[in-house]
Structures are given as C-alpha cells and as structure tokens.
C-alpha cells in the first residue's frame, strides 16, 4: 500500500509540473471535474491552492491545472 502511495505521489507531482511544497499541501478538495474531458471521471482538474509564495503560510491565488 506504502508503494502505491507513493508512486501515485510521485505521477501526480510530474503529470501537473508541481513542487514539492504545493504537492504537500494538496487536499482532496483540490481536485474536481474537467468539462472539456469528460474521460477523466471526477479528478480531471487540479487547483493548487498554495503556491509558490514568498513568505511560508502566505496564500497564494488558485491556479487550475489541466
């Protein structure tokens, strides 16, 4: 299961181009439905709530990822 975890980590932190930090704050509230793809069930779109900042803890704006 640990193995699982972890290769699933590691496809999602390259298949969105996201930093280490960004993926350790993803939560499952994050992800949602993509209309122009169908195809990808309800995980289709990714909003990375905390990105890059300048200062740790500073919220920085939604940007959705495909």
């Given amino acids: 299961m640990t193995a699982y975890r972890d290769a699933t980590l590691f496809k999602v932190l390259y298949a969105w181009g996201l930093r280490r930090t960004e993926c350790s ?8 439905r993509n209309p122009a793809a169908p195809e990808l069930g309800r995980f289709g779109m990714l909003a990375v709530r905390y990105g890059k900042a300048k200062r740790a803890g500073r919220r920085a ?5 495909r």
């Avoid at 704050?25 to 949602?32: E, H, S």
């Avoid at 704006?61 to 990822?65: L, N």
């Fill in 25 to 32: 704050k993803l939560d499952v509230v994050d992800w949602g």
């Fill in 61 to 65: 704006g939604v940007a959705w990822r």
